[in-house]
């Protein structure tokens, strides 16, 4: 797995740091997460998610099998996973739909932000 994401990745439920364990990632409140093909898998069950994505990870994982693709073809044009080159529109919004199939590079923004004085950016809302 990531350096960076070792050292950055928090337990979805309550924010406290994780470990490595084998092929999953513990909290000290031993919630646990798998680690797939070096991926780590922070979906939660008790969370409604929003794209079907999620629901199969879930159940694969729930039936421990193994995530490999290899029926799917694992890039398209550029080196962009087919995957997001399919769903870019489903989760990014309908003004991408022309770009389904299409993409050059991932569509990650560039966010403004102010000096952030050596600190990280972090998703948490407490």
């Not at 008790?46 to 099998?65: D, M, V």
């Not at 398209?76 to 996973?81: L, P, S």
């Not at 399919?86 to 403004?112: C, F, S």
Request: charged fraction near 25%; glycine fraction near 8%.
């Amino acid at each position: 797995m990531n350096e960076w994401l070792k050292e950055n990745l928090v337990c979805p439920r309550d924010y406290s740091d994780l470990r490595s364990n084998r092929d999953s990632l513990v909290c000290a409140q031993e919630h646990s997460y798998p680690v797939v093909d070096g991926i780590p898998v922070l979906l939660l069950e008790e969370s409604e998610p929003t794209g079907g994505a999620a629901l199969e990870t879930l159940r694969e994982i729930k039936e421990q099998i193994e995530l490999s693709l290899p029926d799917r073809e694992a890039t398209a044009e550029g080196g962009i996973d087919a995957y997001v080159q399919e769903h870019v529109a489903a989760t990014n919004g309908r003004l991408y739909i022309p770009l389904v199939g299409k993409l050059k590079r991932y569509p990650i923004p560039h966010l403004r932000m102010p000096n952030g004085k050596g600190l990280l950016f972090s998703g948490r809302w407490l």
